[in-house]
């Protein structure tokens, strides 16, 4: 039987801290998949790690951000890092709703959020 070679797909999950508890929940689910990577600082930087170079290496390494848009993400200076940073290196950005939030109250980051297609989480 032919083995199939299927590439592991690196996921990077952008979130403000206090969405959290939801976004756990999100990991959870993703690294279930066979051949999918997924990136959440909470359980891949460690103490004594520089934060900022982590963060910009495994976006580097992503073949997508999803970035888990909510109130707090869309004040959230690292966040806005985060995707800013993944828009300089061409690299897909999924926004993930996990608050209903009007394009106007989207700010700096709606300029790269309103061009993808997203997907809402809330109710």
């Known amino acids: 039987m032919e083995q199939e070679n299927c590439a592991r797909i690196k996921i ?8 959290q508890k939801n976004v756990k929940k999100i990991y959870s689910e993703l690294v ?4 999918v990577d997924v990136f959440m600082d909470i359980y891949k930087i460690k103490a004594g790690m520089n934060l900022y170079s982590c963060l910009a290496s495994n976006i580097q390494q992503a073949d997508v951000l999803l970035a888990c ?41 709606g300029f790269v959020l309103v061009r993808e297609r997203f ?3 809330y109710r």
Request: hydrophobic share 35%.
């Open 32 to 35: 279930n998949f066979e051949n």
């Open 12 to 19: 990077f999950l952008s979130y403000q801290w206090n969405s």
């Open 69 to 109: 848009v909510s109130r707090d993400y869309v004040k959230s200076k690292n966040c806005e890092r985060e995707i800013i940073y993944a828009d300089a290196f061409n690299k897909p950005i999924i926004p993930l709703y996990i608050e209903k939030i009007p394009i106007p109250e989207l700010g700096s980051i």
């Open 119 to 121: 997907c809402s989480f």
